[in-house]
């Protein structure tokens, strides 16, 4: 319910996570040794269905899986620094250990997870 959308949210949301992975098209193609992708939407409070703190679609889990399924990335390392906890990117990656998340966070705050 904390999650509304304008007649441009899919755009922006879509273009993100299209950054994302062309980041990590690079990285794997050998054009750039690592990558920052700063874009907005973030999308680090979106769970596996549902949408959630402003984020429409979790764009590092996303890229991960992409870089997991396209470029058969077996591990995958997703960073967050950010001042609220990525309850989303935990949620989706809790039991899967082919992905590390590591949150840096100011608590308490929104959403009140990742203690």
Known sequence: AD???SPKSWQAAVTAIGAANAAVDDVFRGD???VFVAARPPGH???KT???GFCLFNTAAIAARYAQRQHQAERVAI???DVHHGNGTQDIFWDDPSVLYCSTHQMPLYPGTGR
């Open 32 to 34: 750039v040794a690592n």
């Open 79 to 81: 960073v967050d620094w």
């Open 50 to 52: 549902t949408s959630m």
């Open 3 to 5: 999650t509304t959308a």
């Open 45 to 47: 409070h979106a769970e």
